[in-house]
């Protein structure tokens, strides 16, 4: 699997799918998921609103995934996941790990060879940046995955840095 950086919008990328760092309603928020439903129009949200009747009445809980239309984006596919509120006096490592294992699994489902991923949890969720990236390329580059290529797209000149910096640990191209 390639991994690569990119500093910049997420919502322009033209990949097989796009994760949305979603909050439980997949009902639209701010960050990421705000923007992603605002540029895929209401096809993405008429979709999370089937999948609240249909499947996730109490919403998607934090870790899982699930897809739906990418409606106006240049993507085929949303990938919704939930992260992790951060905690210092809990360690939740496992389930920001869980958003990106379950996301590219829903990736192979679907046959998408091409993901981009926000650093979950990372915005208003509290996650510490550094540790956020860590945990990101850790989780992605010992995933078993039919993905060639994941994408981390973020919005930020701090955020690209510390992606850099935990790519720059493992040996992969940025």
């Given at each position: 699997m390639r991994i690569v950086l990119v500093q910049g919008d997420i919502t322009t990328e033209a990949v097989d799918a796009v994760v949305n760092a979603a909050n439980s309603s997949l009902l639209g928020g701010g960050g990421v998921d705000g923007?992603?439903?605002?540029?895929?129009?209401?096809e993405i949200l008429a979709a999370c609103q089937d999948l609240r009747r249909s499947h996730y009445g109490r919403g998607l809980p934090t870790g899982q995934a699930v897809a739906t239309t990418a409606g106006?984006?240049?993507?085929?596919h949303v990938i919704h996941t939930v992260g992790p509120v951060w905690s210092r006096d809990e360690d939740r490592s496992d389930l920001l790990a869980s958003c990106y294992r379950a996301s590219l699994r829903v990736a192979d489902e679907l046959g998408a060879r091409t993901v981009?991923?926000?650093a979950i949890s990372t915005g208003v969720y509290g996650w510490p940046m550094d540790d956020g990236a860590r945990i990101a390329v850790e989780t992605v580059r010992s995933a078993a995955t039919g993905v060639e290529e994941v994408r981390f797209v973020l919005f930020g000149a701090e955020a690209y840095a510390a992606f850099e910096a935990a790519l720059t640990g493992s040996g992969a191209e940025g």
């Amino acid at each position: 699997m390639r991994i690569v950086l990119v500093q910049g919008d997420i919502t322009t990328e033209a990949v097989d799918a796009v994760v949305n760092a979603a909050n439980s309603s997949l009902l639209g928020g701010g960050g990421v998921d705000g923007a992603i439903h605002r540029r895929g129009g209401p096809e993405i949200l008429a979709a999370c609103q089937d999948l609240r009747r249909s499947h996730y009445g109490r919403g998607l809980p934090t870790g899982q995934a699930v897809a739906t239309t990418a409606g106006r984006l240049p993507a085929r596919h949303v990938i919704h996941t939930v992260g992790p509120v951060w905690s210092r006096d809990e360690d939740r490592s496992d389930l920001l790990a869980s958003c990106y294992r379950a996301s590219l699994r829903v990736a192979d489902e679907l046959g998408a060879r091409t993901v981009a991923f926000p650093a979950i949890s990372t915005g208003v969720y509290g996650w510490p940046m550094d540790d956020g990236a860590r945990i990101a390329v850790e989780t992605v580059r010992s995933a078993a995955t039919g993905v060639e290529e994941v994408r981390f797209v973020l919005f930020g000149a701090e955020a690209y840095a510390a992606f850099e910096a935990a790519l720059t640990g493992s040996g992969a191209e940025g």
